[in-house]
C-alpha cells in the first residue's frame, strides 16, 4: 500500500497531502516520498512542527472502520 494512503486509513493523518511534503515522513529512517510501499514491520516518523510521531505499522488493510483503525499500528 502506498504511504500516503496507508496514512490516511490508519487515521494517523488527517489529509494525504501532508505525506507529500518532502522531509516530513520518514520511513524506517529514510526521507519517504508518498508513494513508496508500506508493509507490516516497517517503521514510520511523522514530523508535526517539533514533535514526531514514531509507529511501527503492525498491518495493512485497505479499507478499516475508525474504531479499527488504531490496531494498524503502535506507537514506539
Known sequence: MRLDKYLKVSR???R??????AGRVLLNDKVARASA????????TIQ???KDVKVE??????TVRKE???EMFQYL
Open 16 to 21: 494525504r497531502t501532508v505525506a507529500n511534503d
Open 57 to 62: 505499522v503492525l498491518t495493512v488493510q485497505e
Open 48 to 50: 508535526f512542527g517539533n
Open 68 to 70: 479499527e483503525a488504531k
Open 12 to 14: 494517523l493523518i488527517k
Open 37 to 44: 510501499e508500506v508493509k507490516a514491520g516497517d517503521v514510520i
